[in-house]
């Protein structure tokens, strides 16, 4: 597994650039280093909420909210959602709020 | 990875020596080597995944899964066990033993060539490898070399060959280039299954540890939670409840679904991405309003929580054990029948392999619809009816109510799901509900639909991103019907059975058609059911509006 450097902090990601050990090696650093390879410009409150609202879901239930649950608890409509990840939900800020990816027949 | 723009893939398409390019190879086909680079295999199984299967599912069986480790397919090296051309040999050798059809397969082939223009991946890629007749040749040859006695003598001569590390690498690229869809078996004037070809090819490669994540997490999840997903009974129940509000919202009507209900008549299982993903979601909330139009005692359970089946992408032992819940849990519960949702792979598992491998399900009825008293007699054995078959007898009946002009701002067409068409022979059912639920129905060509159906070019669990142009590829034929009705009759809806068809025909679709929208049969079937009591409809199940109601 590759390992990731970033402001002193070591990380070991898959192959997609997911965290492999998910919150336990989660920390700032990588949600500054998920902004760089993101693209995401400042980083706001409402990355925040969106990066709290999964990692509360993830601990009560061991995967990511459906999309619509992300977007009813955030108050964020998809269109919001997307402005702030632009690669999306699934990949950008599970990425960054340190979640696997969901699999399955999806 | 960035994906080519759709005008660039579809003239790259074979460029080698090709049935489709009409140059003659100069080589003989298996000097052509397998290369592995990225974007063209999809990623190997965790370590620690592959240690779980050791571990929790299979412990009474080791070696089912090679020694759990990292590698590489771009490597030189795949850290493979000591021995490991012997243990793919005592693999076959078992296998030929035990499945009397892999050694009718191996025998029986002439090479006519009728399957070699009709797989999909064939058409999308034009890789020599990809037809079926050699896709099968890649098992085929080794068998000849090691048990005929032609090959035995002749070897080479006879079209055998050893076992060597570049046949391992062909297996691996081109048993992970099938989805098992079967439409080349539909033209085999031997009948021979190139899916189950693809089946044992993968079955042996799992016995020196070569797999891909996105078949072997999902199958671990379903060991643990009972579904792909890997949601636990109270997540899989708040998504239910959920959909349940966005119902509410919707009709005025409250649904109250059950969940492990003992004693309810029957037990209604469906793929877990129904209750998570779009537009699987919709295709749910369907079957909630359904249910709740025709009073129907059911339960929900959360064990038995998943129809897909990604045992069947990998291996017997594993295809029978996550099969083995649906009926663990309605022995369970003391249901009567299973009703199964749209899910694609699921019916092959369950017309073809269930009864044997887990029946006879002697404790269940013979299912019979509680509301019009048809018997399914097609289902006296496995004890378990599709949604489509049970929703188009209620009709046929006249016992749902329904409003077909919801469906107005939807021009749809039918997508057959691979496995429900080819395994089951389920052709009319969900055309007979499509029409009776929406105004607008086409059909896409002829040999495109029914048995000779195109896949959607990602099942078998290669609904993996970093394949994509594989995928979009492979799904290239469907797509090319698909906008046959687009330019031809506007249609804006490709409505499916399938639960991996409602993921990827949605990627397949923003890729060649953007602008049509995917659907299961029985969302569409929710738009249309006039519910008693309900509130005046101003939009779809997804929050849509309704043809009229857009101002």
Known sequence: MPTIEHNGS????????????????????????????????DLTDEHRKVIDTLQDYYKKNGIAPMVRILSKTTGFPLKRIYELFPSGPGKGACKMA??????GCV | MAIIKADKLGVSVAKGPSLMTGAVPKNDWWDVPATFKPGNYAYPAKKEIIEYHTQKTFPSHPGL???????????????????????????????????????????????????ADKCHFFLGT??????????AELLRSVYRNDFTLGGKILGKMAGGRPMTFGVLKEWFMYYYQCTECRRCSVFCPYGIDTAEITMLGRELLHLVGVNINWIMEPAANSNRTGNHMGLQPHTFKDNIVYLCDDIEEITGIRVEPTFNRKGAEVLFITPSADVFAEPGIYTAMGYLLLFHHIGLDYTWSTYASEG???????????????????????????????????????????????????????????????????????????KMVHISEFTADLIKHGKLKLDPKRNDHRIATYHDSCNPARAMGLL??????????????????????????????????????????????AGLPRANAVKYVREKHEV???????????????????????????????????NALVMEGEKERETGLRFEPLAGMEG
Not at chain 2, 70 to 99: M, Q
Request: net charge negative; aromatic share 10%; glycine share 10%.
């Open chain 2, 492 to 526: 804006n809806m490709l409505s499916c059975v399938c639960a991996i068809d409602r993921a990827t025909l949605t990627s397949l679709n923003n890729y060649w058609n953007p602008d049509v929208e995917v659907c299961g049969v029985s969302e569409l079937v929710g």
């Open chain 2, 65 to 115: 899964f090679g020694q759990p480790r990292d590698w590489d397919p771009e490597s030189d090296d795949w850290n493979l066990p000591e021995g490991w051309e012997k243990i793919i040999l005592n693999g076959l050798k078992e296998r030929l033993d035990k499945f009397r059809s892999l050694k009718i397969f191996m025998d029986c082939c002439v090479r006519c060539g009728a399957c």
């Open chain 1, 98 to 103: 340190g979640l696997p990816k969901p699999t």
């Open chain 2, 428 to 473: 009319e059912e969900p055309r007979y509900v499509l029409k009776n639920v929406c105004n607008n129905f086409h059909e896409m060509p002829e040999n495109t639909i029914r048995e000779s159906t195109f896949c959607c070019g990602s099942g078998t669990g290669l609904n993996t991103d970093e394949i994509m142009e594989l995928r979009m590829r």
């Open chain 1, 10 to 41: 070591s990380f070991t990601v898959d192959e997609d650039g997911f965290l492999t050990r998910g919150m336990e090696e989660w920390n700032e650093h990588w949600i500054d280093y998920v902004k760089g390879v993101e693209g995401i410009g």
């Open chain 2, 308 to 382: 897909g089946n990604f045992g069947l992408f990998t291996n017997n032992e594993m295809m029978k054990k996550l099969n083995g819940k649906m009926y663990a849990e309605a022995k369970r519960l003391g249901v009567k029948w299973i009703l199964g949702g749209e899910c694609g792979h699921m019916w092959r598992v369950l017309h073809q392999y269930m009864d044997t491998m887990n029946g006879p399900a002697d404790f269940l009825q013979v299912p019979t619809s509680p509301i019009t008293g048809t018997r399914f007699d097609n289902a006296a054995s496995t």
């Open chain 2, 126 to 135: 034009g890789d020599p490898k990809n037809m079926p007749v050699l896709r």
